[in-house]
């Protein structure tokens, strides 16, 4: 199995950048690889995917502003974050899965077995 561990998150006013890392302890190139956040009463949802391969996809909502990456030699998976708004504000999870259905439906919750206890992003107006 693999562990993954998120840091990075903070405080930003409206329009500012933030980078979140997650660090796994294994290679990540042999898993899926997503991020995904969580508000206050609302579900988490998927906000950016890199399969194994390294293709990535993004949650429309994020699109054209947050950018996902991964340093196979660090085991690291990057989150570039952009042009943020408050409704990005969330706390946000790294997950893996070696599960085969993560390459159909990346940003989807069900495949991922592998999560991290998350990082807290805030953004102000």
């Avoid at 993954?4 to 990540?28: F, I, K, P, W, Y």
Wanted: hydrophobic share 30%; proline share 3%; with cysteine.
């Amino acid at each position: 199995q693999v562990h993954v561990v998120e840091s990075g998150g903070g405080s930003v006013q409206s329009g500012g950048s933030l980078r979140l890392s997650c660090a796994a302890s294994d290679t990540v190139n042999n898993y899926c690889m997503g991020w995904f956040r969580q508000a206050p009463g609302k579900e988490r949802e998927g906000v950016a995917s890199m399969r194994s391969d390294g293709s990535t996809g993004y949650a429309i909502s994020v699109k054209g502003r947050f950018t996902i990456s991964r340093d196979n030699v660090k085991n690291t998976l990057y989150l570039q974050m952009n042009s943020l708004k408050p409704e990005d504000t969330a706390m946000y999870y790294c997950a893996a899965s070696r599960s085969g259905s993560c390459y159909n439906h990346p940003l989807s919750l069900y495949p991922y077995t592998y999560w991290g206890q998350g990082t807290q992003v805030t953004v102000s107006s």
